[in-house]
Nanobody, 115 residues
Framework: QVQLAESGGGLVQPGGSLRLSCAAS????????MGWYRQVPGKERELVAA???????NYAHFAKGRFTISRDNAKNTVYLQMNSLKPEDTAVYYC?????????WGQGTLVTVSS
């Protein structure tokens, strides 16, 4: 009964910011690697950012310098701070949890960057 609940998506103007949250339950969060992925219809889901249980981060090229992934183990929550948003960032953003045989996805939250 792993549950990943994303929130924070919405409409934002180019250059604006959004902060996505993913609240996890049903897992030992502190031992779980977390990540954010995004997908546009017709394209493959792609990594945005990931963070290990130890706090090591990894970013897609397009996210470096603009996005920041972080985790709060006390709240079982992973965040994605997105700044300087571009229209090309428009996508459904998915939260991912991975630990051993566990590989689970949230339902996604839509981010639309448009004037």
């Amino acid at each position: 009964q792993v549950q990943l609940a994303e929130s924070g998506g919405g409409l934002v103007q180019p250059g604006g910011s959004l902060r996505l949250s993913c609240a996890a339950s049903g897992i030992v969060f502190r031992l779980t690697a977390m990540g954010w992925y995004r997908q546009v219809p017709g394209k493959e889901r792609e990594l945005v950012a990931a963070i290990t249980s130890g706090g090591i981060t990894n970013y897609a090229h397009f996210a470096k310098g603009r996005f920041t992934i972080s985790r709060d183990n006390a709240k079982n929550t992973v965040y994605l701070q997105m700044n300087s948003l571009k229209p090309e960032d428009t996508a459904v953003y998915y939260c991912n949890a991975r630990y051993g045989n566990l590989d689970r996805w949230g339902q996604g939250t839509l981010v639309t960057v448009s004037s």
